[in-house]
């Protein structure tokens, strides 16, 4: 049973690898509407799996995730300061 879900985890993450691609999540005038705004982002997901499925002290399934999600912020188009912008990283390592 558990060859079955290691082969399901990999096809899913095969399948799933376009979804990944951070210019295919959101149309390109979502991210230029906010752009114009001042205020620009970004959002990158990656995933492991590592598996053995045979020889060894066990057989196991181990599954790794990495997101990072940033964003900047201009503050001379929203408020005026001249040359003035905050960029922030969120990033959360998971599995």
Do not use: C
């Amino acid at each position: 049973m558990k060859i079955y879900k290691a082969i399901f985890i990999v096809i899913a993450g095969i399948l799933l690898y376009p979804l990944t691609s951070r210019a295919q999540l959101l149309p390109e005038n979502v991210h230029s509407a906010t752009e114009q705004f001042g205020v620009d982002w970004s959002l990158d997901y990656t995933a492991e799996v590592i598996s053995n499925l045979a020889g060894g002290l066990q057989t196991k399934t181990a599954y790794q995730g990495y997101l990072d999600l940033g964003m900047g912020i201009d503050l001379e188009k929203i408020f005026g300061l001249d040359h003035t912008s905050i960029h922030f990283n969120i990033i959360n390592l998971h599995g």
